[in-house]
C-alpha cells in the first residue's frame, strides 16, 4: 500500500518548527551531556549504538511494536545469541542493550558472592562460559515482600548425602523467575533449609532444572513460561515446581554457612550479616540512576513533539506549538527539571555509595545505615516519579500518545514493575521514615548518633544547646516568595525543614502516644517524599557546585534546580501551611511560590528542546515517531502504519481477505451473498 | 504439561478465606445491586450473560491474553457477525458487550441527526441493515482538539454536480477512525467545505471508500489500519486519505443546510445550534457513568484479591491478609466509596439529563449551560478518577498486579484514552470554570442567573443581600473533626465552600488583574476538580435519600459517602488551610479529618467483600485470576499460565524445539555441538 503522492508538507514543517527551537540553545549540548549522563554512560551508549547499528536486523526494535508474544520471545533470543558471540568476539560492555537478564543480573552475581571455591569451579565458570544458563529462583506464587514465609523446602538426607528439594503446596510454587520459563537449565533456589528435623533457615541451592542433552525437564521438575505480562514480554518468566527432587549436599551454596556429611550446621565466623545490606544499596542506587535514563526518554519524546504538535492559535498565523500553553508547561517541563535532577543526583550518591563500600572493606559499616534508608527512599521516589512521569509525557502528547509508535506504551508498561520489585514503594517508606525517626528520637535523647546529610538536618533544627537563632533556623521567615525562588539555600533550607517537621510530628505520636508501625505506614509515605526530595535536591546542587563559577552550563542548571525544588515545595503546600509558630509562612509566600514555579517553567521551556537533546538519547532507544531528533513526526507515523501487518502487501491482503470473506462480506452480503439481504 | 498431583492446599484456603468475609454482609446484597446499577443494567447484565454462557466458544475473553493483533481482530469480527445475528434474531440488547462500535455509536446517530428523507433513504437504512458498514472520519493526523483546524476538503465542482474531497496535506489524512482501518465500506467524512470559492464551514460529506463487490478501496482512496495501539487492539482504527475523489452532491447531508444544483448555500432557519450541546452533555454523562462500571472491575479485583492474598503476621497464626493493612486500605477503599458514589451520582446525573433533554424538546434552553458545565467536569473527574483508580487498584495485587492474568492490564489500557477523548482532561477544566467564574460574576454584579445546585452554592457565599449569619455560613466553626465527619450537612458545606472559594479567588484574578484564561488554565485545574467533587457528593447524598429511613442499606452507604467526602477534603488539604477569616479551618480540624478518614475506612473495610459482590461485576467481565468470585485465585492463575503458547503440548513443544535448535543449543553447546566450548 502507497500513500498518495499528491500529499504536501503543512505551512511550517515539524523538523524545521525543532530546528528553529535548537536555534536558541544558550549551552554547550556536549559540555552538557559529560556533566549529566557522566563519561561511562557516554561510552556505553556508543557502544550500544556501534553493535545496533552494524546489525540492524538482529537488534533494531521497530518491528518489535508488530509482535505477538512468541514472536518477541524469538527476537529476544535472536539478540540474546548473537550478543553472547559479540562478547566473546571484543569483550565489549556487558549489558550494552540495557536488557533484562537474569542469568548475568542476579544469578551469576549471587555465585560469586556465595560459593566456596569448589563451586566456584561447578557452577559460575560454566555458567561465564553459557555452558550453562541459570536463573535466581526465589519468588513464590504466594510469597513476594515476606520472603521469610517462603516455603519451598530443602530436607538434608544423611542416608544419600543429598538435599531433597520439595515444593509443598501450589503456593510454594517459583514464580516470576527470570529466564526460566524457556531458557535456564539450571535453578538458585531460596528455600527453607532443614537439617535431622530442624530448620535452619533460608538458603540458596542449585537445582537442575532441564537436561543438558535435550533441554526437557528432569524427572520431578514442572517448569514453564508463567505466560504474558504487562511489559517485559521477550522475557521467559517462569515457574518451578519440585516434586522430591534430589540434589547432592554439594550443591548448597557453602561460603557463610556448611552442612557436613554428618548433618553438622556450621556458620563462618566474622562474617557481618551487613555486608549483605551493601548488595542491596547498590540495587536501589542502580535503579535509582536507571529512572533517570528511563525520565530522560519519555521527556524526550514529549518535550519533542510538544514542541512540533501545534492546535489552535491566532487567525492567519501559524497554529501555536503546544508546549507554549501554560497547561502543558506545567506538566512536562517539571519533569524535564527533574530527569536532570534524577541524573545529577545520582552522580553524587554513587560517589557516596563507593565510599561507603570502601569503608565497609575496611571494616567499618559507620554510613551504611544512611545508605540503607537514603537508597530505599531513592528507589522509592525515582521509580514513583519515573512511571508516572512516563505516563504523564504520555498523556500530554494526546491521542498519538495512545499509539504504540509514541514509544511511551510498551516503555511504560516495562518499567512499570520498578514501583513493585527490589521493595514494594509503600512498603519501602518505612525502611526510610524508621531510620529518621530513630535517628530524631536519639539526638533528642543525646545518644551517638553518626552525623551526615540526613542527621545533621534533623540535628540542626533540635538546635539543643541552641546554637542557631529562630532567623538562622528558619530563613525564609519575611523573605517574599521570589527571595525564596532565587536562592538555593533558601529552597534547601525548607525542604529540609519540611521533612524534619513531618518526621517529628511522626515520632511524637510513636514516642508519647506509642501508634504502631502499622498505623503509621500512611504518614510514613509523606514524609519519605518529602525526605527523598531534600536529598535529590542537596545531591543535584552537590553536582552542579563541581562545575567551574564560569561554566556556561550553570545559569540553565539552576534553573532546573529551581523548577525542581518549587515543584516539590508545591505540589503538597499543606505542609507549609502547618508549620509550626516560628517557621510558618504566610499565605502570600505559599501561593506566592507557586507563581514563582510557573515563571522558571517559561525560562526552561525556551532551552527544553537543548536540554533534551543533551540528554543524547538515540532514536533507536525512542523508537518513536514522536519524538524523532529531525522531528519528521507524521513521515515517520504514516509509514510504520503502513507496516501494520494486515496492511501489508501479500500477507496483509491475505489476512484481510479472509476477514472478508469469514465476518464482513456475510454481513454485508448475508451469508449466501448479495441478495440475501435485500 | 501437568501441574504434580502431590501439590496440597496451603493452611487457610482463599476461597475459604472470601467465605468468612462474605458472612459479615450487614446488608441485602440483591437491594444494593439493585440500588446502585438500578433495573436497566441489570437486564443488560443478565443478557449479555445469556448470550456469552450459550456460545463461551465466540464470546468468551480468556483466550484473547494470549492472541497477537490480528488474531484479536479475528476474534472481534467473529464476535461481531455472531452478535449481528442473534441482533436480528431476538432483538436483544444492541450492545451487551459494550463494545466499542463507531458504526452503531457514531455514524448512525449523526445520520439519524443529520440526513434528509431521502439521505435516510439511501444511507440510513442500509447501515442499519448493515447493508453498507460506517465510520465517522473526523479526526486528523494533525487535528484533534481543533476540530476548526480540520484541513479535509469538500469543493462543490458546479460543471457536474459533484463535491470533489480532498486530502490537500499529510496531517490532513484521516487518523484514528474507528471501523475504517478493515471494515468500513461509507466514511462519514467531516471537512471543510467550499462552494464557488467561498469556505462555507466544517460539513458531514458520506464517501464511499471500498467497493461492494469486493470490498477494495476505490479509485483516489488511501485507507488503511493506522496500526497497533496500547489498547482496542481488536478494533481497526484507520487511517484515510483523498486524492481528488469526486461524490455526488447528494452526499452532503443536508438537514440543517443545503447546497443547490447552482451552488446557492441556505441555512435551515429555526435550528438552535444549542441543541447539538444536548448530544455533547449524552455522551460526556455516559461516559461518566461507564466510568463508574469499569472501577466498579478494577474494584472488585483489589478488594477480593487483597482479601485473600497473605504476607507477614503474627508468629505461629495464618498470615495476615494484605487489606487489614492501614497503607493498603488507604488505598484501596476510598476507591471502593468512590465507585459507589459514582455510580449513585449518575442516577442522579442522568435524571437531571432527561428533565433537560425533555425541556429542550419544549424549546426551553435554561438548564443546559449548567448541564454541559456539569457534565465536562464529571467526564474529567469521573475518567481520571476511574483511570487512575484502576492503576491503584493494580499496584496494591503487588507483582501478580503485572500479569494479564490480573485481569488489570489490557483493562487499564482500553479504559486510559479516556481521560483524552471527547475533551482531553486538562482541556475540558476550562470548559467547566468559565461557566463557574461567568456565573459568580454576573450573580456579584445582579445580572440574572438561572439557579440550580452550582449557582446557589455560589449565591450562598456571595450573600447579598445578607440573608445567613456567619455561623450559617461557615457551619464548620467551632465543630470537632469528628463531628464534622459525621454530618452529611456539614461535609457537603465544606465541599461547596471550598470550590466557591477557589473560584472566587480565580475570578478576582480574571476581572481585576485582566490574567488570561490560558495564563488561567492550571488553576482551573484544581477548581474544576473541586466542582465535581462537590457534586458528586451532593448527587450520591440524594440517591441515598431516596431510600427510605429505614432501608439497611443506609448505613454502609453513609459510611461511603463519609469516606469520599473525606477523601475529597483530605487529598489536597493546603486549600482548607487557605480559607479566609471567618471560615478558616484550625489545624486540629484538618488534621483530625484525616485521623477521621482513617477512622471510616475501616468501617467499609469491614464490609468490603459484601460491597464488591453487590457490584454483581461477573467473572467474564473480569476475566481474571486474582479477581474471581470464588476465590480460586492461584488455581486459576496455574490453570491460565499452563495455557500460555510455549506450555502448550504439541505447539508449545515445537515452538520451544525452535527456540532450542536455533538459539539456546548453540549458546550451550557451541555452534557445532557439546564439544566447541567445552
Known amino acids: 500500500m502507497k500513500f498518495s503522492t ?29 556533566f549529566i549522563n557522566g563519561k561511562e554512560k557516554i561510552e556505553g551508549r556508543e557502544k ?5 547499528r552494524a546489525e540492524p536486523e538482529i537488534f533494531e526494535q521497530s518491528d518489535t511494536y ?16 548473537r550478543l553472547i558471540e559479540l562478547l566473546s568476539l571484543s569483550n565489549i560492555l556487558v549489558n550494552p542493550l540495557e536488557k533484562f537478564d537474569l542469568t548475568r543480573g542476579m544469578f551469576i552475581p549471587t555465585l560469586e558472592q ?21 536463573c535466581y529462583a526465589q519468588t513464590e506464587l504466594g510469597h513476594g515482600s515476606n520472603i521469610r514465609g517462603l516455603e519451598t523446602t ?32 539450571h535453578a538458585l533456589v531460596m528455600a527453607q533449609l532443614y537439617v535431622k528435623g530442624k530448620h535452619i533457615g533460608l538458603y540458596p541451592i542449585i537445582v537442575q ?39 547432592p549436599r554439594f550443591n548448597l551454596l557453602q561460603k557463610y554457612m556448611h552442612v557436613s556429611r554428618t548433618g553438622e550446621v556450621t556458620h563462618m565466623k566474622n562474617v557481618d550479616p551487613r555486608v549483605t545490606y551493601g548488595t542491596m544499596v547498590l540495587i536501589r542506587a542502580n535503579i535509582a540512576k536507571n529512572m533517570g535514563y528511563q525520565l530522560a526518554k519519555g521527556v524526550t519524546i514529549a518535550v519533542r513533539y510538544t514542541s512540533v504538535r501545534r492546535q489552535f492559535g491566532e487567525p492567519n498565523q501559524p497554529e501555536t506549538p ?66 508516572y512521569g512516563v505516563d504523564t509525557c504520555r498523556h500530554v502528547c494526546g491521542g498519538h500518545g495512545f499509539s504504540l509508535f509514541s514509544g511511551l506504551n510498551d516503555f511504560f508498561a516495562t518499567i512499570y514493575p520498578n514501583i513493585i520489585y527490589e521493595g514494594d514503594n509503600f512498603v519501602l517508606a518505612k525502611q526510610t521514615v524508621s531510620y529518621l525517626v530513630k535517628s ?67 515520632g511524637v505520636k510513636i514516642a508519647r502516644k506509642g501508634q504502631s508501625w502499622d498505623d503509621s505506614s500512611i504518614e510514613c509515605q509523606g514524609i519519605a517524599t518529602a525526605h527523598s526530595e531534600y536529598i535529590v535536591c542537596l545531591y543535584f546542587s552537590r553536582h552542579i557546585n563541581k562545575l567551574p563559577q564560569s561554566s556556561s552550563l550553570r545559569p540553565i542548571l539552576n534553573n532546573l534546580f529551581t523548577v525542581t525544588a518549587l515543584s516539590f515545595l508545591t505540589s503538597n503546600s499543606a505542609e507549609l501551611y502547618s508549620f509550626n509558630k516560628a517557621a510558618s509562612m504566610t499565605r502570600d509566600q505559599i501561593i506566592g511560590l507557586e507563581t514563582e514555579l510557573v515563571k522558571y517553567i517559561k525560562l526552561v521551556r525556551d532551552q527544553a528542546v537543548p536540554l533534551v537533546d543533551a540528554l543524547n538519547v538515540p532514536d533507536e532507544k525512542l523508537n518513536s515517531s514522536l519524538g524523532r531528533y529531525d522531528g519528521n513526526v507524521y513521515e515517520d507515523y504514516v509509514k510504520r502504519a503502513l507496516q501494520e501487518p494486515v496492511n501489508r502487501d501479500g500477507s496483509g491482503d491475505v489476512i484481510r481477505a479472509r476477514f472478508y470473506d469469514k465476518y464482513i462480506g456475510p454481513v454485508l452480503h448475508g451469508p449466501n451473498g448479495t441478495s440475501a439481504k435485500l
Request: glycine share 6%; net charge positive; aromatic share 8%.
Open 6 to 34: 499528491q500529499l504536501v508538507p503543512s505551512k511550517v514543517h515539524t523538523s524545521e518548527t525543532l530546528q528553529n527551537e535548537r536555534k536558541k540553545a544558550n549551552f554547550n549540548l556536549s559540555e552538557m551531556d559529560l
Open 48 to 52: 550500544a549504538l556501534k553493535i545496533i
Open 66 to 81: 508488530y509482535m505477538s508474544r512468541t514472536e518477541k520471545l524469538e527476537k529476544g533470543y535472536k539478540q540474546e545469541k
Open 114 to 134: 556465595q560459593c566456596n571455591d569448589e563451586q566456584k569451579e561447578a557452577f559460575l565458570k560454566p555458567a561465564l562460559d553459557y555452558r550453562i544458563i541459570g
Open 154 to 185: 530443602a530436607t538434608f538426607i544423611e542416608e544419600t548425602d543429598e538435599f531433597e528439594v520439595d515444593s509443598p503446596t501450589l503456593t510454594s510454587t517459583k514464580w516470576w523467575i527470570g529466564s526460566l520459563g524457556i531458557s535456564a537449565t
Open 209 to 247: 532444572v532441564r537436561s543438558m542433552k535435550d533441554h526437557k525437564p528432569l524427572p520431578g521438575v514442572n517448569v514453564g513460561d508463567i505466560g504474558p505480562k504487562m511489559g517485559y514480554n521477550s522475557i521467559d518468566n517462569g515457574f518451578l515446581n519440585f516434586n522430591k527432587v534430589r540434589v
Open 322 to 387: 503546544v508546549l507554549d500553553y501554560p497547561i502543558v508547561q506545567y506538566r512536562v517541563i517539571p519533569l524535564l527539571a527533574k530527569t536532570y535532577a534524577m541524573l545529577g543526583m545520582a552522580h553524587e550518591f554513587m560517589g557516596q555509595y563507593e565510599l561507603t563500600r570502601d569503608l565497609i572493606a575496611k571494616g567499618d559499616f559507620s554510613k551504611l545505615k544512611e545508605m540503607h534508608a537514603v537508597s530505599c527512599g531513592l528507589k522509592r521516589w525515582t521509580s514513583t516519579t519515573g512511571v
Open 440 to 506: 530524631a528520637r536519639a539526638l533528642v535523647t543525646g545518644s551517638s548518633v553518626e552525623l551526615n546529610d540526613t542527621t545533621s538536618t534533623i540535628k540542626k533544627y533540635i538546635n539543643k544547646p541552641a546554637v542557631l537563632t529562630e532567623a538562622e533556623l528558619f530563613s525564609w521567615g519575611g523573605k517574599s516568595a521570589s527571595q525564596i525562588a532565587s536562592s538555593d539555600k533558601l529552597l534547601l533550607d525548607l525542604l529540609g525543614f519540611k521533612f524534619v517537621a513531618m518526621n517529628h510530628n511522626l
